[in-house]
């Protein structure tokens, strides 16, 4: 029974690990085409009617592209690290908060609309948005339901793929910024570069993503036995070569034994 229910916890944690992941996209990708990009960039959302808006950093309204941004870092490292007793609450009060939108955005009967200039994507999600927000808010709360008594736990170490996976993402951000710098506004360098973007969040997410013990576990033996047999090999070849060359000695002894002046 404790077993069924630890899975349990865990697919919830993993569904709502993907869904502020997914919440953290579009704040990760305005950050850094506002930071990038500068006045040639324009972004605007709304949030309880109200209407924010700027292009590149020009008004104060971008402190809601970097709060929103830090809120879904700050909640996906509390879930990491296992901060129950914070992940919780933070979670709660996080998705709560697009929850409290979708039930202003439902009574003012307008229509949910995405727009995106740059790849020419405009669409009507009124109803996954308000299903979305909803359904995901009442999981967060069952989640904290669960571990709201729990001990703190312990971060989960990285996998080396995990490792590699983040310094990749590292790595591109100079790509990022020669794409989203030059070319012009919507043209394709800025496609590339908002591809770029959306990938790179969407790997560093599951870069972090926290494994569980057993596949920490099942990773970490693999890697010993992988370094066992490479030791194992190189300890194995050691040998062959010492024997080798052993009897060649041996071999150039006998020889010489046999070609040394006899006395008559």
């Given at each position: 029974?404790?077993?069924k229910?630890?899975?349990?916890?865990?697919?919830?944690?993993?569904v709502?690990?993907?869904?502020?992941?997914?919440?953290?996209?579009?704040?990760?990708?305005?950050f850094?085409?506002?930071?990038?990009?500068g006045?040639?960039?324009s972004w605007g959302?709304?949030?309880?009617?109200?209407?924010?808006?700027?292009?590149?950093?020009?008004?104060?309204?971008?402190?809601?592209?970097y709060?929103?941004?830090?809120?879904?870092?700050?909640?996906?490292?509390?879930?990491?690290e296992?901060?129950?007793?914070?992940?919780?609450?933070?979670?709660?009060?996080?998705?709560?908060?697009?929850?409290?939108d979708?039930?202003?955005?439902?009574?003012?009967?307008?229509?949910?609309?995405?727009?995106?200039?740059?790849?020419?994507?405009?669409?009507?999600?009124s109803?996954?948005f308000?299903?979305l927000?909803?359904?995901?808010?009442a999981?967060?709360?069952v989640?904290?339901w669960?571990v709201r008594?729990?001990?703190?736990?312990?971060?989960?170490?990285?996998?080396p793929?995990?490792?590699?996976?983040?310094?990749?993402?590292?790595?591109?951000?100079?790509?990022?910024?020669?794409?989203?710098?030059?070319?012009q506004?919507h043209?394709?360098?800025?496609?590339?570069?908002?591809?770029?973007?959306?990938?790179?969040?969407?790997?560093?997410?599951?870069a972090l993503?926290?494994?569980?013990?057993?596949?920490?576990?099942?990773?970490?033996?693999?890697t010993?036995?992988?370094?066992?047999?490479?030791?194992?090999?190189?300890?194995d070849?050691?040998?062959r070569?010492?024997?080798a060359?052993?009897s060649?000695?041996?071999?150039?002894?006998?020889?010489?034994m046999?070609?040394?002046?006899?006395?008559?």
């Amino acid at each position: 029974m404790g077993t069924k229910t630890q899975r349990g916890e865990r697919r919830l944690y993993t569904v709502l690990w993907v869904w502020v992941a997914l919440k953290t996209l579009l704040p990760w990708l305005v950050f850094f085409r506002l930071t990038f990009e500068g006045p040639s960039y324009s972004w605007g959302t709304s949030y309880f009617g109200h209407v924010f808006h700027s292009s590149g950093l020009a008004r104060a309204d971008v402190l809601v592209v970097y709060g929103l941004l830090a809120a879904g870092l700050l909640v996906l490292w509390a879930l990491r690290e296992r901060r129950y007793a914070l992940a919780g609450p933070l979670l709660a009060g996080y998705l709560g908060f697009f929850a409290a939108d979708a039930v202003f955005e439902l009574v003012s009967g307008e229509p949910v609309m995405f727009r995106g200039d740059t790849l020419d994507v405009t669409l009507d999600i009124s109803t996954p948005f308000y299903a979305l927000q909803f359904g995901m808010f009442a999981l967060a709360c069952v989640w904290w339901w669960c571990v709201r008594w729990r001990a703190a736990g312990t971060g989960a170490a990285m996998t080396p793929m995990q490792k590699k996976t983040a310094l990749i993402c590292a790595a591109a951000v100079p790509l990022q910024l020669g794409l989203l710098v030059s070319g012009q506004p919507h043209g394709t360098t800025d496609e590339i570069g908002v591809v770029l973007t959306l990938l790179q969040w969407l790997l560093l997410a599951a870069a972090l993503y926290p494994r569980s013990p057993s596949e920490v576990h099942s990773t970490a033996v693999r890697t010993q036995a992988r370094a066992d047999r490479g030791r194992d090999y190189g300890a194995d070849s050691t040998a062959r070569s010492r024997n080798a060359r052993t009897s060649a000695a041996v071999r150039v002894g006998a020889s010489s034994m046999g070609t040394w002046p006899r006395s008559s």
